[in-house]
Protein backbone atom coordinates (compact mmCIF):
# COMPACT_ATOMS: atom_id res chain seq x y z
CA UNK A 1 0.00 0.00 0.00
CA UNK A 2 1.73 3.69 -1.13
CA UNK A 3 1.62 5.91 2.22
CA UNK A 4 0.89 9.94 1.32
CA UNK A 5 1.89 12.09 4.21
CA UNK A 6 -1.06 14.43 3.54
CA UNK A 7 0.60 17.01 5.92
CA UNK A 8 3.64 17.94 3.34
CA UNK A 9 3.84 21.16 1.75
CA UNK A 10 0.73 23.26 2.00
CA UNK A 11 -1.00 20.39 3.76
CA UNK A 12 -4.31 20.96 2.11
CA UNK A 13 -6.59 19.39 0.26
CA UNK A 14 -4.90 18.95 -3.17
CA UNK A 15 -2.24 16.35 -1.93
CA UNK A 16 -5.71 14.09 -1.03
CA UNK A 17 -7.45 15.23 -4.40
CA UNK A 18 -4.44 14.12 -5.95
CA UNK A 19 -3.42 10.83 -4.15
CA UNK A 20 -6.85 9.15 -4.84
CA UNK A 21 -7.22 10.13 -8.37
CA UNK A 22 -3.72 8.81 -9.06
CA UNK A 23 -5.06 5.63 -7.00
CA UNK A 24 -7.80 5.09 -8.76
CA UNK A 25 -6.14 5.56 -12.30
CA UNK A 26 -3.45 3.14 -11.57
CA UNK A 27 -5.77 0.76 -9.23
CA UNK A 28 -3.49 0.90 -6.60
CA UNK A 29 -4.31 1.11 -2.89
CA UNK A 30 -3.23 4.02 -0.90
CA UNK A 31 -3.13 5.31 2.59
CA UNK A 32 -3.38 8.98 3.49
CA UNK A 33 -2.45 10.42 6.92
CA UNK A 34 -1.86 13.44 8.41
CA UNK A 35 -5.31 14.75 6.35
CA UNK A 36 -4.81 18.69 6.31
CA UNK A 37 -3.12 18.98 9.64
CA UNK A 38 -1.71 22.59 9.65
CA UNK A 39 -5.55 23.64 8.92
CA UNK A 40 -7.31 25.49 11.71
CA UNK A 41 -10.18 22.50 11.76
CA UNK A 42 -8.20 19.25 10.51
CA UNK A 43 -9.05 16.00 8.65
CA UNK A 44 -11.63 15.70 6.43
CA UNK A 45 -14.50 18.23 5.29
CA UNK A 46 -17.42 17.48 3.63
CA UNK A 47 -16.24 18.56 -0.01
CA UNK A 48 -13.54 15.99 0.51
CA UNK A 49 -15.37 13.14 1.53
CA UNK A 50 -17.27 14.12 -1.53
CA UNK A 51 -14.35 13.88 -4.02
CA UNK A 52 -13.78 10.50 -2.62
CA UNK A 53 -17.15 9.01 -2.94
CA UNK A 54 -17.22 9.88 -6.49
CA UNK A 55 -13.80 8.81 -7.15
CA UNK A 56 -13.95 5.57 -5.45
CA UNK A 57 -17.49 4.49 -7.13
CA UNK A 58 -15.31 4.31 -10.64
CA UNK A 59 -13.08 1.76 -9.92
CA UNK A 60 -15.07 0.30 -6.78
CA UNK A 61 -13.16 1.25 -3.86
CA UNK A 62 -13.14 -0.39 -0.81
CA UNK A 63 -12.72 3.09 1.15
CA UNK A 64 -12.25 3.50 5.25
CA UNK A 65 -11.88 6.51 7.66
CA UNK A 66 -14.56 8.34 4.97
CA UNK A 67 -15.96 10.65 7.91
CA UNK A 68 -15.92 14.29 8.43
CA UNK A 69 -12.73 15.01 10.44
CA UNK A 70 -11.22 11.89 9.87
CA UNK A 71 -6.97 12.67 9.28
CA UNK A 72 -6.43 9.32 7.89
CA UNK A 73 -7.87 7.35 4.77
CA UNK A 74 -7.36 3.99 3.01
CA UNK A 75 -8.59 3.97 -0.32
CA UNK A 76 -8.48 0.60 -2.14
CA UNK A 77 -9.40 0.09 -5.77
CA UNK A 78 -11.19 -3.40 -6.86
CA UNK A 79 -13.23 -3.18 -10.39
CA UNK A 80 -13.25 -0.16 -12.90
CA UNK A 81 -16.72 1.03 -13.32
CA UNK A 82 -18.47 3.18 -16.00
CA UNK A 83 -22.23 4.23 -16.16
CA UNK A 84 -23.85 7.32 -14.89
CA UNK A 85 -22.77 8.57 -11.22
CA UNK A 86 -24.88 11.39 -9.35
CA UNK A 87 -23.98 12.90 -6.57
CA UNK A 88 -24.77 16.09 -4.43
CA UNK A 89 -21.94 17.33 -2.71
CA UNK A 90 -24.20 19.73 -0.36
CA UNK A 91 -24.47 23.26 0.03
CA UNK A 92 -21.72 25.13 -1.91
CA UNK A 93 -19.15 22.75 -1.51
CA UNK A 94 -16.96 23.03 -5.07
CA UNK A 95 -18.42 20.86 -7.78
CA UNK A 96 -15.35 21.71 -10.02
CA UNK A 97 -12.69 19.82 -7.16
CA UNK A 98 -14.98 16.62 -6.89
CA UNK A 99 -14.05 17.04 -11.15
CA UNK A 100 -10.34 17.74 -10.02
CA UNK A 101 -10.13 14.33 -8.35
CA UNK A 102 -12.43 12.19 -10.48
CA UNK A 103 -12.20 13.05 -13.84
CA UNK A 104 -7.90 11.56 -14.37
CA UNK A 105 -9.59 7.90 -13.74
CA UNK A 106 -12.47 8.80 -15.73
CA UNK A 107 -10.79 10.40 -19.34
CA UNK A 108 -8.77 6.60 -18.95
CA UNK A 109 -11.45 3.91 -17.82
CA UNK A 110 -12.26 1.35 -20.48
CA UNK A 111 -16.01 2.52 -20.47
CA UNK A 112 -17.63 5.49 -21.31
CA UNK A 113 -18.74 7.78 -17.54
CA UNK A 114 -21.56 10.43 -16.73
CA UNK A 115 -21.60 12.25 -13.71
CA UNK A 116 -24.33 14.30 -12.38
CA UNK A 117 -23.19 16.76 -9.79
CA UNK A 118 -24.72 18.93 -7.33
CA UNK A 119 -23.03 21.59 -5.25
CA UNK A 120 -20.99 24.35 -5.90
CA UNK A 121 -20.06 26.18 -9.08
CA UNK A 122 -18.58 29.49 -8.45
CA UNK A 123 -17.37 29.50 -4.66
CA UNK A 124 -13.97 31.01 -3.61
CA UNK A 125 -10.59 29.02 -3.78
CA UNK A 126 -11.78 26.68 -6.44
CA UNK A 127 -11.96 27.08 -10.28
CA UNK A 128 -15.66 28.04 -11.45
CA UNK A 129 -17.08 25.76 -13.81
CA UNK A 130 -16.91 28.52 -16.81
CA UNK A 131 -13.17 28.45 -16.07
CA UNK A 132 -13.51 24.06 -16.53
CA UNK A 133 -15.30 24.25 -19.87
CA UNK A 134 -13.64 26.89 -21.30
CA UNK A 135 -9.93 26.54 -20.71
CA UNK A 136 -9.13 23.37 -18.77
CA UNK A 137 -11.67 20.54 -20.70
CA UNK A 138 -9.89 23.11 -24.02
CA UNK A 139 -6.38 22.23 -22.85
CA UNK A 140 -7.29 18.29 -21.93
CA UNK A 141 -8.67 18.22 -25.68
CA UNK A 142 -5.42 19.25 -26.69
CA UNK A 143 -4.25 16.12 -25.18
CA UNK A 144 -6.23 14.38 -26.94
CA UNK A 145 -8.55 13.88 -23.95
CA UNK A 146 -12.88 14.54 -24.72
CA UNK A 147 -14.86 15.50 -21.74
CA UNK A 148 -18.39 17.82 -22.46
CA UNK A 149 -19.09 19.83 -19.30
CA UNK A 150 -22.91 21.27 -19.23
CA UNK A 151 -23.91 24.06 -16.22
CA UNK A 152 -27.22 24.00 -16.24
CA UNK A 153 -27.39 25.67 -12.66
CA UNK A 154 -25.00 28.12 -11.02
CA UNK A 155 -24.65 27.88 -7.27
CA UNK A 156 -22.90 30.45 -5.22
CA UNK A 157 -21.79 30.82 -1.53
CA UNK A 158 -23.61 29.49 0.77
CA UNK A 159 -26.61 28.02 -0.68
CA UNK A 160 -25.01 26.01 -3.47
CA UNK A 161 -27.75 24.22 -5.37
CA UNK A 162 -25.40 24.34 -8.79
CA UNK A 163 -25.96 21.10 -10.91
CA UNK A 164 -23.54 20.32 -13.44
CA UNK A 165 -22.86 17.38 -16.00
CA UNK A 166 -19.83 15.47 -17.29
CA UNK A 167 -19.52 13.61 -19.80
CA UNK A 168 -16.36 11.91 -20.36
CA UNK A 169 -15.20 9.74 -23.76
CA UNK A 170 -12.28 7.74 -22.74
CA UNK A 171 -9.32 7.83 -24.58
CA UNK A 172 -6.33 4.46 -24.56
CA UNK A 173 -4.02 7.07 -23.56
CA UNK A 174 -2.87 11.12 -23.62
CA UNK A 175 -0.33 12.29 -25.50
CA UNK A 176 2.07 14.53 -24.25
CA UNK A 177 2.50 18.19 -24.74
CA UNK A 178 4.67 20.93 -25.52
CA UNK A 179 4.50 24.67 -25.21
CA UNK A 180 6.50 27.19 -23.24
CA UNK A 181 5.94 30.40 -25.14
CA UNK A 182 2.27 31.47 -25.44
CA UNK A 183 2.83 33.18 -28.48
CA UNK A 184 0.55 36.08 -29.91
CA UNK A 185 -2.81 36.61 -28.74
CA UNK A 186 -5.73 36.05 -31.51
CA UNK A 187 -9.12 36.97 -29.59
CA UNK A 188 -10.28 37.02 -26.15
CA UNK A 189 -13.13 35.46 -24.60
CA UNK A 190 -15.95 35.44 -21.45
CA UNK A 191 -18.64 35.10 -19.55
CA UNK A 192 -19.96 37.71 -17.39
CA UNK A 193 -22.96 36.78 -15.00
CA UNK A 194 -24.87 37.38 -12.31
CA UNK A 195 -28.01 35.41 -10.31
CA UNK A 196 -31.00 36.74 -8.29
CA UNK A 197 -29.52 39.96 -8.59
CA UNK A 198 -30.28 43.39 -11.23
CA UNK A 199 -28.86 42.48 -14.55
CA UNK A 200 -27.06 45.53 -15.04
CA UNK A 201 -24.14 43.39 -12.77
CA UNK A 202 -23.20 41.14 -14.93
CA UNK A 203 -23.19 44.37 -18.17
CA UNK A 204 -21.16 46.42 -15.80
CA UNK A 205 -18.70 43.76 -15.17
CA UNK A 206 -18.25 42.77 -18.71
CA UNK A 207 -18.42 46.71 -19.85
CA UNK A 208 -15.28 47.18 -17.67
CA UNK A 209 -13.30 44.05 -18.25
CA UNK A 210 -13.83 44.80 -22.52
CA UNK A 211 -12.84 48.56 -21.91
CA UNK A 212 -9.59 47.33 -20.22
CA UNK A 213 -8.74 45.04 -22.92
CA UNK A 214 -9.42 46.96 -25.34
CA UNK A 215 -6.64 49.76 -23.48
CA UNK A 216 -4.00 47.14 -23.53
CA UNK A 217 -4.33 45.11 -26.02
CA UNK A 218 -5.19 45.43 -29.83
CA UNK A 219 -7.21 42.15 -30.33
CA UNK A 220 -11.01 41.04 -30.95
CA UNK A 221 -12.92 40.59 -27.23
CA UNK A 222 -16.45 39.23 -26.73
CA UNK A 223 -17.70 38.56 -23.30
CA UNK A 224 -21.23 37.31 -22.84
CA UNK A 225 -23.74 37.89 -20.21
CA UNK A 226 -25.64 35.74 -18.11
CA UNK A 227 -28.36 37.08 -15.81
CA UNK A 228 -32.18 35.98 -14.96
CA UNK A 229 -35.45 37.76 -14.44
CA UNK A 230 -36.47 38.56 -10.98
CA UNK A 231 -39.34 36.61 -10.99
CA UNK A 232 -37.68 33.60 -13.31
CA UNK A 233 -34.71 33.19 -11.38
CA UNK A 234 -34.49 29.29 -10.71
CA UNK A 235 -30.93 29.99 -8.14
CA UNK A 236 -30.80 29.57 -4.84
CA UNK A 237 -28.64 32.38 -3.69
CA UNK A 238 -27.63 35.37 -4.75
CA UNK A 239 -23.72 36.20 -7.07
CA UNK A 240 -22.09 37.18 -9.79
CA UNK A 241 -18.48 36.80 -11.50
CA UNK A 242 -16.97 36.74 -14.53
CA UNK A 243 -14.36 34.75 -16.26
CA UNK A 244 -12.11 35.28 -19.14
CA UNK A 245 -9.57 33.31 -21.42
CA UNK A 246 -6.80 34.89 -23.74
CA UNK A 247 -6.45 32.37 -26.86
CA UNK A 248 -3.38 32.52 -28.74
CA UNK A 249 -1.69 31.09 -32.18
CA UNK A 250 -1.01 27.92 -30.87
CA UNK A 251 -4.08 27.26 -29.85
CA UNK A 252 -3.54 27.64 -26.12
CA UNK A 253 -5.90 29.69 -23.74
CA UNK A 254 -4.92 31.18 -20.69
CA UNK A 255 -7.63 32.25 -18.05
CA UNK A 256 -8.58 34.32 -15.41
CA UNK A 257 -11.82 34.34 -12.76
CA UNK A 258 -13.20 36.61 -10.32
CA UNK A 259 -16.62 36.46 -8.04
CA UNK A 260 -18.27 39.69 -7.09
CA UNK A 261 -18.34 40.16 -3.29
CA UNK A 262 -20.25 42.34 -1.08
CA UNK A 263 -19.32 45.88 -1.14
CA UNK A 264 -16.97 45.39 -4.56
CA UNK A 265 -18.40 47.49 -7.57
CA UNK A 266 -19.10 45.50 -10.74
CA UNK A 267 -16.52 47.76 -12.55
CA UNK A 268 -14.00 46.32 -9.86
CA UNK A 269 -14.75 42.83 -10.80
CA UNK A 270 -14.14 43.31 -14.25
CA UNK A 271 -11.02 45.43 -14.37
CA UNK A 272 -9.99 42.85 -11.83
CA UNK A 273 -10.02 39.91 -13.99
CA UNK A 274 -8.45 41.86 -17.13
CA UNK A 275 -5.74 42.66 -14.78
CA UNK A 276 -4.90 39.04 -13.71
CA UNK A 277 -4.80 38.07 -17.34
CA UNK A 278 -3.01 40.52 -18.29
CA UNK A 279 -0.39 39.73 -15.63
CA UNK A 280 0.04 36.22 -16.63
CA UNK A 281 0.43 37.42 -20.64
CA UNK A 282 3.10 39.40 -19.67
CA UNK A 283 5.36 36.68 -18.40
CA UNK A 284 5.34 35.49 -21.91
CA UNK A 285 4.73 31.87 -20.59
CA UNK A 286 1.62 29.74 -21.94
CA UNK A 287 0.00 27.48 -19.38
CA UNK A 288 -1.32 30.01 -16.42
CA UNK A 289 -0.60 28.84 -12.90
CA UNK A 290 -4.11 27.13 -11.98
CA UNK A 291 -4.33 25.26 -15.25
CA UNK A 292 -0.92 23.37 -14.72
CA UNK A 293 -1.37 22.33 -11.29
CA UNK A 294 -4.47 20.69 -12.61
CA UNK A 295 -3.01 18.85 -15.95
CA UNK A 296 -0.06 17.41 -13.90
CA UNK A 297 -1.40 14.16 -13.61
CA UNK A 298 -2.25 14.26 -17.04
CA UNK A 299 1.21 14.90 -18.08
CA UNK A 300 2.64 12.61 -15.90
CA UNK A 301 0.75 9.15 -17.69
CA UNK A 302 1.30 10.61 -20.81
CA UNK A 303 2.80 8.50 -23.96
CA UNK A 304 6.22 11.07 -23.90
CA UNK A 305 7.49 13.87 -22.35
CA UNK A 306 5.92 17.07 -21.78
CA UNK A 307 7.26 20.78 -21.79
CA UNK A 308 5.14 23.60 -20.36
CA UNK A 309 5.51 27.23 -19.49
CA UNK A 310 3.84 28.44 -16.50
CA UNK A 311 3.11 31.84 -16.05
CA UNK A 312 3.52 31.79 -12.23
CA UNK A 313 5.17 28.94 -9.78
CA UNK A 314 3.43 28.76 -6.30
CA UNK A 315 3.34 26.65 -3.31
CA UNK A 316 0.44 24.75 -4.43
CA UNK A 317 2.41 23.45 -7.83
CA UNK A 318 5.26 22.24 -5.94
CA UNK A 319 2.91 20.13 -3.57
CA UNK A 320 1.03 18.96 -6.33
CA UNK A 321 4.72 18.09 -8.26
CA UNK A 322 5.34 16.03 -4.81
CA UNK A 323 2.38 14.32 -4.98
CA UNK A 324 2.24 12.88 -8.53
CA UNK A 325 6.27 11.64 -8.19
CA UNK A 326 5.35 10.09 -4.89
CA UNK A 327 2.71 7.19 -6.35
CA UNK A 328 3.96 7.19 -9.73
CA UNK A 329 7.81 7.74 -9.76
CA UNK A 330 7.83 9.81 -12.91
CA UNK A 331 10.69 12.76 -13.43
CA UNK A 332 8.97 15.78 -12.70
CA UNK A 333 11.98 18.80 -13.11
CA UNK A 334 10.45 22.41 -12.35
CA UNK A 335 12.72 25.37 -13.17
CA UNK A 336 12.25 28.84 -11.55
CA UNK A 337 11.36 30.17 -8.07
CA UNK A 338 7.80 30.32 -6.13
CA UNK A 339 6.51 33.49 -7.30
CA UNK A 340 8.03 33.80 -10.79
CA UNK A 341 7.56 31.85 -14.27
CA UNK A 342 8.98 28.97 -14.38
CA UNK A 343 9.32 25.95 -16.81
CA UNK A 344 7.89 22.49 -15.69
CA UNK A 345 9.63 19.37 -17.94
CA UNK A 346 7.42 16.48 -16.80
CA UNK A 347 8.45 12.60 -18.11
CA UNK A 348 5.21 10.76 -18.89
CA UNK A 349 4.43 7.11 -17.78
CA UNK A 350 3.21 5.83 -21.08
CA UNK A 351 0.11 4.58 -18.87
CA UNK A 352 -3.09 3.37 -21.12
CA UNK A 353 -5.62 0.62 -21.24
Not at 63 to 87: D, H, M, N, Q
Not at 309 to 322: A, Y
Request: hydrophobic letters at 35%.
Amino acid sequence: MIEIDGSYGEGGGQILRTAISLAALTMKPIRISNIRAGRPTPGLKRQHIAGIEVTGRIVDADIRGLKVGSTSVEFAPRERCGGTISYDVGTAGSISLVLQATLPPAVLSPDSISFKLRGGTDVKWSPPVDYLYNVFAHALGMLGANIGIAQKRRGHYPRGGGEVTCDVTPVDSIRPFECVQLGRLTSVGGISHCVRLPSHIAERQATAAEEMIHQHLEIDSKITCESYQKNNDPHLGPGSGIVVWAESEHGIRMGADVLGERGKSAESVGREVVSHLLTDFSTGMAIDSHLCDMLIPYLAVATGTSKIGVTGITSHLITNIWAVKQILGTRIELQGKIGEPGILLVEGMGLSL
